[in-house]
Each structure stands twice: as C-alpha cells, then as structure tokens.
C-alpha cells in the first residue's frame, strides 16, 4: 500500500516490474518520451486527404405510388369483363399484376376438371402440392375431396373445381380480404364462363367471398343458399373444406349429409 504520493506498494512494484520485463519481451528498450504518442493517428493527420470521387448518377426511377384498391379492383373488373372465354380469362390473369400473391406464388392454379360441368365446386386457394402442379385440389385435401364426390357418383368429369384465389398464399396462411377482393372480379367471370347450374362453396373464404355472408360455417353448410351470377340466381350449397375435415375427422358426418343434399340438387337437375 502506498504510503505517501512518492512511494510505490510492493504490490505496484511488482506490477511495474512485470509490465518493464513485457516491454523487454516485446523489444520496447528504449523510452523516447514522457508520454505515450498515438503514431497512426499522427500518421492519419499527416496524410493529405484526397477528395472523394464523386458518386455515379444513379437513375433512380420516378416513384411509384401502389395502385388503390379501387384502381386494382377497377382494372381487375374490365381484366376480367374482357374475357369471353376460359382462355382468355386464365390468360388476363396471367397478365394481372393487382395481387401481390402472384409474386410469391410459383404458378397461377386456374382450374380443373370439366368447364362443360353443371356443378362448380370453388375453394379458398392453393396449397404447396396445386403450386407445384398447378392444378386445384391435387395434394391430401384434394383426395379427400375426390373421395367425398365418388360417394355420391361423381368424380372430376362431373364437376368443375376453381378457388377464390388463383395463387398460393405463403406459408398456406388464409388470403387476406385484399388478395381475395382483388381476384374477385375474375372469379366471377369465371363462374359466369362456366354457368354451373349448381355452385359449392368449400370452407368459410370461399363462403364469405361469395355468398357475402359473416354466418358461421357450421350455422350455413348443408343448406341451400343463392348465388347471384350477374343478376341469374344460382343454387349454392355450403361444404366444409375438405382440409378441415382432415384436421377434424368426426366432422366428415356433417361433410355426409352436406354431400347428399348435393347428391340430391344434382338428381334433380339430371347429373
Ligand atoms: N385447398 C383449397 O382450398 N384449394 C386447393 O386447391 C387445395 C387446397
């Protein structure tokens, strides 16, 4: 410990003396100073600055506003208006740039089955395995909805199959009300292309998108609803998603009578 300010501890005196043998270690011999000198900083002072070269011109592009929902769903009406067939509609939509979906989504899953049905069946939008395939319905939802329509007869020559939304949202998560809105306009087209005689709505989004309705689906399914097809009212019946019941197997009893209130429909109007 120190006694006054001149004299050093046996303690310091150590430390001293180990720092003195570093610098000998490290081939420090000889003191130039009294104080420590930051040499590079003095370097970096010395040095003549040269002026930075001046930054290219990048062209930066004029900015862009995102369209409204209105613009989207304006230029989506007249996409889809312009359509006078399948074709042409699946190729507007190949064109549309109103659904940022089509950006993540690795192809456009239009349809499947007969356009020639009198029975359209619409679910919500498609998964990995329709993404890859690009056809609606391929993956495990897909097989089981094909085995609920041989139940009651039918198989995909019978029935038309489309979703709300044409593109995969990320992840499988549920479309948003903008992605659905903006694909609403062709979908509609699409049904009025197709003029099923009976429509089947699968899942809630497919419901509310088309029926217009907030009604829980248990509340809705197995009965029969209307579907204004630009001012003609189809028949529309309410279905749980097949991928629903995957997830909830003791609800396919209710997937049952849904399907013979189908069975029933398409009886009546000769399938
Ligand atoms: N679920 C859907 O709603 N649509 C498909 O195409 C596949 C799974």
Partial sequence: MANNSNSVSTDEAKALAWLLRWYAEMGVDLAVDAEP????AEKDLQKPRRPAPPEPA???????????ADATAQSATEAARAAQTL????AELLAFEGCTL?????????????PEADIMIVGEAPGADEDRIGRPFVGRAGQLLDKMLAAIGLDRRHVYIANVVPWRPPGNRTPTPIE????LPFMRRQIELVHPKILVCLGAAAT???LGTREGIMRIRGRWHEYDMEGEKIPAIVMLHPAYLLRQPSHKKFAWQDLRELAKMANKIGN
Wanted: glycine share 2%; proline share 8%.
């Fill in 180 to 183: 659905t809105s903006a694909c």
């Fill in 58 to 68: 990048i062209q930066r592009p004029e900015p862009r506003l995102a369209p409204s």
């Fill in 37 to 40: 000198h930051n040499r590079f």
């Fill in 208 to 210: 509310q998108t088309l």
């Fill in 102 to 114: 089509k950006a993540t989504a690795t192809q456009l899953v239009f349809a499947d089955g007969n």
């Fill in 87 to 90: 074709d042409e509609l699946r």
